[in-house]
């Protein structure tokens, strides 16, 4: 299984940025697809989510500036960031779960640094 993430960077206050995972190798059929961080100090949180029926769940922090969308049929979830603001920054990983909901895999983190 892999979940190969990208589009990580640095970039100023108000800027957007836009971060792609797609997932290969997944035997069972996937539940549910999106993206948390984790920033220093502090523990990993739920950023956006979309399950495989449609429902969508956004962190507070990221309602209005961030749209999270996913392809079923590719296996990718993407994760469009806007206005972002220095507290954004954080290490973003990518989700997958399957089977049920009993198999969870991790992408391999992607930095995100915002900053003037």
């Known amino acids: 299984v892999q979940l190969q993430a990208s589009g990580g960077g640095l970039v100023q206050p108000g800027g957007s940025l836009r971060l792609s995972c797609a997932a290969s190798?997944?035997?069972?059929?996937?539940?549910?697809m999106g993206w948390y961080r984790q920033a220093p100090g502090k523990e990993r949180e739920l950023v956006g989510s979309i399950t495989e029926r449609g429902i969508t769940n956004v962190a507070d922090s990221a309602k209005g500036r961030f749209t999270i969308s996913t392809d079923y049929a590719k296996n990718t979830v993407n994760l469009q960031m806007n206005s972002l603001k220095p507290e954004d920054t954080a290490i973003y990983y990518c989700?997958?779960?399957?089977?049920?909901?009993?198999?969870?895999?991790w992408g391999q983190g992607t930095l995100v640094t915002v900053s003037s």
């Open positions: 190798g997944i035997k069972y059929r996937i539940n549910v």
């Open positions: 989700n997958v779960r399957s089977k049920w909901y009993t198999e969870n895999y």
